[in-house]
């Protein structure tokens, strides 16, 4: 049974970090490209980052580019997201899967919320 825990989200002031990490179960997680997505209420998941299976390949969208980074632990079955300088327009549930999405996959998200 495959299982995608994210955790790391919460609130964080404008200008702050979190770290959010994926747990990955239930298939090969080292075989896969992964990504983490983000959902605003009422909107389609866009994919945020992406990285290759081996991590020698690493993609983001514009709005966070400079800004987070993806990583991943093969050894541990963890994907992360390292996200600086946040902005209220990160607000959002972060989700990860592989790249690209697989719709059995999807985890229950963790939310992330920039306010001051």
């Known amino acids: 049974q495959v299982q995608l825990v994210e955790s790391g989200g919460g609130l964080a002031k404008p200008g702050g970090s979190l770290r959010l990490s994926c747990t990955a179960s239930?298939?090969?997680?080292?075989?896969?490209?992964m990504a983490w997505y983000r959902q605003y209420p009422r909107k389609e998941r866009e994919l945020v980052a992406a990285i290759t299976s081996t991590g020698g390949d690493r993609n983001y969208r514009d709005s966070v580019n400079g800004r987070f980074t993806i990583s991943r632990d093969n050894a541990k079955n963890t994907v992360f997201l390292q996200m600086n300088s946040l902005q209220p327009e990160d607000t959002a549930v972060y989700y990860c899967?592989?790249?690209?999405?697989?719709?059995?996959?999807w985890g229950q998200g963790t939310r992330v919320t920039v306010s001051s």
């Open positions: 899967n592989t790249n690209p999405y697989k719709n059995a996959y």
């Open positions: 239930g298939f090969t997680f080292s075989y896969y490209a």
